[in-house]
């Protein structure tokens, strides 16, 4: 059976993300849904969109969430 | 480290996020890992120069995707003439061989379609021609943003006789990133 459209979208979409975009470091290997890729052996720290996502949220949400911390 | 696909359609929602707030964005691809910040400014300042001049090619533009999936399935072992089982699997892969050629053309030729049909507002487009069985066409389109709305729809009314088109995007530019 042929995928719907929704699942070409995601068949082409997946594609890009794993196959294209520029390649900044090629060092390491994961695994992407069980498929053996490159070896890693590295932590993540990237807060630039963190804060963006941050500005994003409505600030009624933000001080929502505040005052329930 | 395990990541799933929600990992990658995570990173999509982010480096989206990301396209829609600047003029020009280079995603990078699923996953990129760096230890630290420090890291990751290291290696963006050692290729500054190379990424500034792709910034430059995508600025102002998107990227959309057209599928192209036959209707039409092609018959793996075609039905030949032949007496012999060794001439029946010669002609067999003759045909079959052929009718795949006959098939990538035709595939070139919608391909060409949809770029003519684009028209000015394209700026690169990127084929893979007869990827699967089913699939006849996958076309990657740089395209201006303010027109990627209205290409869309124009190529979503695209017919050809033997495949149907699908159009995904807009998107960030995956395709012309790197």
New interface residues.
């Given amino acids: 059976m042929?995928p719907t459209?929704e699942e070409?979208?995601l068949l082409?979409?997946?594609?890009?993300?794993?196959?294209?975009?520029?390649?900044?470091?090629g060092e390491?290997v994961?695994?992407?849904?069980?498929v053996d890729l490159i070896y890693?052996g590295?932590?993540?720290?990237?807060?630039a969109?963190e804060n963006?996502?941050t500005r994003?949220e409505p600030a009624a949400l933000r001080n929502h969430d505040a005052a329930e911390d | 480290?395990?990541?799933?696909?929600a990992?990658?359609?995570r990173?999509?929602a982010?480096v989206t996020?990301?396209f829609e707030?600047v003029e020009a964005c280079?995603?990078?691809?699923?996953?990129?890992?760096?230890?630290?910040?420090a890291?990751?400014g290291a290696?963006?300042e050692r290729?500054g120069r190379e990424?500034a001049t792709?910034l430059d090619a995508v600025r102002g533009a998107c990227?959309l995707?057209v599928?192209a999936?036959w209707t039409n399935p092609e018959i793996a072992s075609p039905e030949v003439d032949a007496a012999a089982p060794g001439m029946r699997y010669m002609l067999q892969r003759q045909a079959a061989i052929g009718g795949s050629e006959r098939r990538r053309l035709r595939a070139v030729e919608v391909a060409e379609a949809l770029e003519r049909e684009a028209g000015s507002g394209l700026r690169r487009a990127r084929r893979r021609v007869c990827p699967s069985t089913?699939v006849a066409l996958?076309l990657?389109l740089l395209v201006e943003r303010q027109a990627a709305a209205e290409l869309k729809q124009k190529l979503e009314r695209q017919t050809q006789r033997d495949v149907r088109i699908?159009v995904?995007g807009p998107?960030p530019p995956?395709?012309f990133?790197?």
């Fill in positions: 042929l459209d070409f979208t082409e979409l997946t594609d890009r993300l794993l196959n294209r975009g520029v390649v900044l470091a390491a994961i695994s992407v849904a069980g890693l590295l932590n993540v720290v990237l807060t969109v963006l996502r994003r | 480290m395990q990541l799933s696909k990992d990658a359609l990173h999509h982010d996020l990301v707030t280079l995603p990078a691809r699923f996953p990129t890992l760096f230890a630290d910040e890291s990751l290696e963006l290729r990424l792709a990227e995707g599928t999936v089913e996958s990657a699908l995904h998107w995956y395709t990133a790197g």
